[in-house]
């Protein structure tokens, strides 16, 4: 017998027209059982990407879809700049005290680079918001989070693969900005045993929804590694020549190593989180505070030269390279120990790399110019 079900969940993503804010929704949309509300800003997003989520959900209703299955492809889109704790009090009071059963909160500004260039606007939006959200979810009796963390908050870690006892030592405002959000949400936890967080530090995502209707878009030329290389293929960049930042790594071939895993996977690991805010779960079990963290990588270290044999594979597009100095910031290797999450709760990151180059291709062929074409 079906799960009669009365109502959907209300959750909210923030973040939710980004890459992984929309993987994620997708995601969520996909049990049928959550009402998605977004909030975003738009600073390194469309609109138009929830458009295609909501597309890609109702393509894939069962032909004997109900009226819950249906209103759980809409998307309650609202702009928002989280650093405005005006505009965060609006969104929740369309929904009411407890109106909003949990929310995943993903928005953030992210380049270690630029965060060492302006701090103050890390800060701001990734912790003064993380506050303000945090500070408005209490008044609207919403004690349920999934926080969106990194592997920078290990810095430079001690040991290869990454457990999550390891010490937080972030090397970059942004990193930094991931540590002391983490901290307030544990010290919330403790404070008030109704709260139940978990964080997810993200390796490294990569990869679309193998449809192509939805990918990564980054605004103006991009920092990370594969959406240079996918637009280095397309034309959307110019160069012919990748500028390697340093083979003098401790690394088998020199180059920085990273833990690659597709997006969906990342996208599935939301919701195993989510799940596991619910009263019944076990994975707060001893601890004095409803407050956990979990790696979300696959254990899997790639190189940059790898990863661009990887691409060359999947796009025919014969990359040429030249290694040039170090990028500030940047670490030799952030692999994770996966193991905690696999056995508490659930996840494994299945899909290879071979699988993300081509679902980030596929995406990137189909849409040139990003939701830009529209
Ligand atoms: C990967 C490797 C570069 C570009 C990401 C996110 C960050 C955080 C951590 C989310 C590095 C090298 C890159 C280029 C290069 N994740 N590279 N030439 O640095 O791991 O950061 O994960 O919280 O927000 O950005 O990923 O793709 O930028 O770099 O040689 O033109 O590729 O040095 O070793 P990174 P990346």
Partial sequence: MPEQRTALKNVLVTGGAGYIGSHVIYAL???????????????????????????????????????????????????????????????FEKYGKGGI????????????GESTEVPLTYYANNVGATISLLQIMSDYDCHRIVYSSSATVYGTPPIIPIPETTRLQADSPYGKTKVMAETIIDDLCHADQRWRAISLRYFNPA??????????????????????????????????????????YPTPDGTCVRDYLHIMDLASGHLLALDALASD???????????????????????????????????????????IGRRRGDVPDLTADPSLAEKELGFKASQDLETMCRDLWNWQT???????DI
């Fill in 29 to 91: 949309q996909k049990t049928r059982r959550y009402k998605v509300i977004s909030i975003d800003n738009n600073h390194n997003s469309l609109p138009a990407a929830l458009d295609r989520v909501s597309r890609l959900s109702k393509s894939e209703l069962p032909e004997d879809a109900t009226e819950l299955d249906i209103a759980s492809t809409v998307i309650d889109s609202h702009k928002c700049d989280l650093t405005q704790p005006a505009q965060i009090k609006s969104v």
């Fill in 101 to 112: 059963w949990g929310v995943i909160h993903i928005a953030a500004y992210k380049a270690v």
């Fill in 207 to 248: 990869g679309a929804h193998p449809s192509g209707l939805i990918g990564e878009d980054p605004r103006g030329r991009p920092g990370n590694l594969l959406p240079l290389l996918a637009h280095m293929a397309v034309g959307r960049v110019k160069d012919a020549t990748l500028r390697v930042f340093g083979n003098d």
């Fill in 281 to 323: 779960s076990k994975v707060f079990d001893g601890l004095d505070a409803h407050f956990k963290a979990y790696n979300l990588g696959k254990g899997k270290g790639m190189s940059v030269l790898q990863i661009v044999e990887a691409m060359r594979k999947a796009t025919g597009f014969n990359y040429k390279y030249e290694i």
């Fill in 366 to 372: 189909k849409n040139p110019l990003g939701y830009g």
